[in-house]
Nanobody
C-alpha cells in the first residue's frame, strides 16, 4: 500500500511560481513512475506531468509545457511539481499519482488558485 500526501498548494498571482510536493509513505514511491494530474471545477481530470522511476524521462501536458517541471528525490520518497508563469487556467486541485497512466494510487489533492 502506498500513501501519497500532497502539499504546497495555495493562492498565487498570475505569472508567479509555486512548488508542489508529494510525499510517499508505506511502500516506497521509488518503485513507481509518478505523475501529477489536475481537476478544475466542472472539468475532467487532466494529465499534467509524469516522471520515470529513475527520473530520466519526463512528459508534460501541452498546456503546461515550458512552464512546469516535474522532479523526484527517491532518497526522500518525494515528487515535486515546480509551477512557473502560472495562468488563471492553472487553477485546479492537483493530485499526485503513482504509476500513471493506469494509476495505482492517488493522493488526496491540494488546491491551487491563481488570481489576477
Amino acid at each position: 500500500q502506498v500513501q501519497l500526501v500532497e502539499s504546497g498548494g495555495g493562492l498565487v498571482q498570475t505569472g508567479g511560481s509555486l512548488r508542489l510536493s508529494c510525499a510517499g509513505s508505506g511502500r516506497t514511491v521509488r518503485s513507481y513512475a509518478m505523475g501529477w494530474f489536475r481537476q478544475a471545477p466542472g472539468k475532467e481530470r487532466e494529465f499534467v506531468a509524469s516522471i520515470s522511476r529513475s527520473g530520466t524521462n519526463t512528459n508534460y501536458g501541452d498546456s503546461v509545457k515550458g512552464r512546469f517541471t516535474i522532479s523526484r528525490d527517491n532518497a526522500k520518497n518525494t515528487v515535486y511539481l515546480q509551477m512557473n508563469s502560472v495562468k488563471l487556467e492553472d487553477t485546479a486541485v492537483y493530485y499526485c499519482a503513482a504509476d500513471p497512466p493506469l494509476v495505482r494510487y492517488w493522493g488526496q489533492g491540494t488546491q491551487v488558485t491563481v488570481s489576477s
